[in-house]
T-cell receptor, first 111, second 113 residues
Framework: GESVGLHLPTLSVQEGDNSIINCAYSNSASDYFIWYKQESGKGPQFIIDIRSNMDKRQGQRVTVLLNKTVKHLSLQIAATQPGDSAVYFCAERTSYQKVTFGIGTKLQVIP | GAVVSQHPSRVICKSGTSVKIECRSLDFQATTMFWYRQFPKQSLMLMATSNEGSKATYEQGVEKDKFLINHASLTLSTLTVTSAHPEDSSFYIC?????????FGSGTRLTVV
């Protein structure tokens, strides 16, 4: 849904630690989920995706977990680096290819 | 990989004028493109789905007469903000689906003065 008037939640992590960003999605019929990274003034950048018939997928330094029972998605970033500082959005494909975005989380990496 | 080019990156216009934003798929064909709007410190809100050769599909609450979408070719969709007002100032982003997933443009910062 749209978070009009709210500031993005912020997660502060020490450099080198692991980060976990959580997301609750809204549509139980969504079949495909994506995590995006957005840096200030830029468009979203694809990080990792997962289909609804999976519960875990790993990429380079990133892992996405999907719990369809509670409609929850998480992104784990291993050994967080300063370059990981950005806003992270989960997105779900709802119908006819449409992708809708969650609220977003700002990740701040402390050197 | 798939590339989506969006222009202009920034535009300032006077209240009451119209502004056109272009979204091009550079190395793939896109029968469907999507337009989003993002206000500061908020998420991306889907405005409309642009369909090549047919009318766009608008999300609830989005004025189709104000946000004109044209998708005349398989590589180009345009969004025209008509009679722009300061409240239309926002970050507009396009997206297209392809073999690599959903690729986004770099966005257009519109400021209406």
């Amino acid at each position: 849904g749209e978070s009009v008037g709210l500031h993005l939640p912020t997660l502060s992590v020490q450099e080198g630690d692991n980060s976990i960003i959580n997301c609750a999605y809204s549509n139980s019929a969504s079949d495909y989920f994506i995590w995006y990274k957005q840096e200030s003034g830029k468009g979203p950048q694809f990080i990792i995706d997962i289909r609804s018939n999976m519960d875990k997928r790993q990429g380079q330094r990133v892992t996405v977990l999907l719990n369809k029972t509670v409609k929850h998605l998480s992104l784990q970033i291993a050994a967080t680096q300063p370059g990981d500082s950005a806003v992270y959005f989960c997105a779900e494909r709802t119908s006819y290819q449409k992708v809708t975005f969650g609220i977003g989380t700002k990740l701040q990496v402390i050197p | 990989g798939a590339v989506v080019s969006q222009h202009p990156s920034r535009v300032i216009c006077k209240s009451g004028t119209s502004v056109k934003i272009e979204c091009r798929s550079l190395d793939f064909q896109a029968t469907t493109m999507f337009w989003y709007r993002q206000f500061p410190k908020q998420s991306l809100m889907l405005m409309a789905t642009s369909n090549e050769g047919s009318k766009a599909t608008y999300e609830q609450g989005v004025e189709k007469d104000k946000f004109l979408i044209n998708h005349a070719s398989l590589t180009l969709s345009t969004l025209t903000v008509t009679s722009a007002h300061p409240e239309d100032s926002s970050f507009y982003i396009c997206s297209a689906n392809n073999n690599y997933g959903y690729t986004f443009g770099s966005g257009t910062r519109l400021t209406v003065v």
